[in-house]
């Protein structure tokens, strides 16, 4: 089995650059990092320029023009461009855990996708650790939410960890899943513009295409760096997209990933 880790990210560079560093003390590493950039400024490409030179995998840069908020459609173009069998997607202010991708690929299952989880840092940790570019956080460490997200061990994890027959609760900050399912429902809908629900109605394809959700808990830890959040102005319209996803039971959408595949 091999892995692509994608990285979403746009116009915050100092985040990126911590969560590259992350990647970089990983216990295993993935096959290739694929950055979704969803429009930044050339800063960005800069940074990555710089890491690519060293890098000991392919660290890849795939770019859009920035028109708003489109996650959906800059998750798809990496995607496309990703040649591994099994896909891990974080947000661009996931700094992970160093058996991140390791426990990924040890809970990975046939036609299953796995959601995981994150520990959320309040402000003043994350200012800190985007100062010094360096972390090491554990249940005890002040500034932290979620204590327990932050323990990673395999033997409860595989115990624990279980299937969930809905989309509840999902987030595309901590995902992974088998490319050949996400060719299958043709990826993101493209039509999500604006934060929100793109990545609830993509799980709602996978669930109606017979790929299980499952829960990885005490493993693929997580930190999610402190921002402020999103305005939501674009819910009322991605509802609708998620609602008739969920009516029509919906596997596949119309304008997907394969806008992107050669």
């Known amino acids: 089995m091999t892995t692509s880790l994608i990285i979403t990210t746009y116009n915050w560079k100092e985040a990126l650059e911590v969560v590259l560093k992350s990647v970089l003390t990983q216990?295993?590493?993935?096959?290739?990092?694929?950055?979704?950039?969803?429009?930044?400024?050339?800063?960005?490409?800069?940074?990555?320029?710089?890491?690519?030179?060293?890098?000991?995998?392919?660290?890849?840069?795939?770019?859009?023009?920035?028109?708003?908020?489109?996650?959906a459609e800059s998750r798809n173009r990496a995607m496309a461009m990703a040649t591994g069998d099994y896909l891990i997607i974080i947000d661009g202010d996931m700094?992970?855990?160093?058996?991140?991708?390791?426990?990924?690929?040890?809970?990975?299952?046939?036609?299953?996708?796995?959601?995981?989880?994150?520990?959320?840092?309040?402000?003043?940790?994350?200012?800190?650790?985007?100062?010094?570019?360096?972390?090491?956080?554990?249940?005890?460490?002040?500034?932290?939410i979620n204590r327990l997200n932050t323990l990673s061990i395999p033997f409860l994890s595989n115990l624990l960890s279980k299937k969930q027959p809905n989309i509840r609760s999902i987030r595309s900050c901590?995902?992974?899943?088998?490319?050949?399912?996400?060719?299958?429902?043709?990826?993101?809908?493209?039509?999500?513009?604006?934060?929100?629900?793109?990545?609830?109605?993509?799980?709602?394809?996978?669930?109606?295409a017979g790929v299980v959700r499952k829960n990885l808990v005490l493993g693929g830890v997580g930190y999610h760096l402190y921002h402020e959040e999103k305005p939501r102005t674009s819910l009322p319209a991605n509802d609708k997209i998620l609602a008739d996803a969920i009516a029509q039971k919906a596997t596949c959408c119309q304008y997907g990933i394969d806008k992107f595949l050669r």
């Not at 800063?43 to 890491?51: F, V």
């Not at 855990?97 to 426990?103: G, T």
């Not at 995981?116 to 100062?131: D, H, M």
Request: charged share 30%.
């Open 27 to 71: 216990t295993e590493l993935p096959e290739e990092v694929i950055i979704a950039d969803d429009g930044s400024r050339e800063d960005t490409a800069e940074l990555i320029k710089q890491y690519q030179a060293t890098f000991p995998v392919p660290l890849k840069h795939s770019w859009q023009e920035d028109l708003g908020f489109r996650a």
């Open 174 to 208: 901590n995902m992974a899943f088998w490319r050949k399912d996400v060719l299958r429902i043709n990826g993101f809908n493209n039509d999500f513009v604006g934060w929100g629900r793109e990545d609830s109605e993509f799980a709602e394809r996978l669930l109606n």
């Open 95 to 144: 700094v992970l855990h160093p058996d991140f991708v390791k426990d990924h690929k040890r809970a990975a299952e046939p036609d299953t996708f796995m959601h995981g989880k994150r520990v959320l840092l309040q402000p003043e940790l994350t200012k800190q650790i985007l100062k010094t570019k360096q972390y090491h956080i554990t249940p005890f460490t002040s500034g932290i």
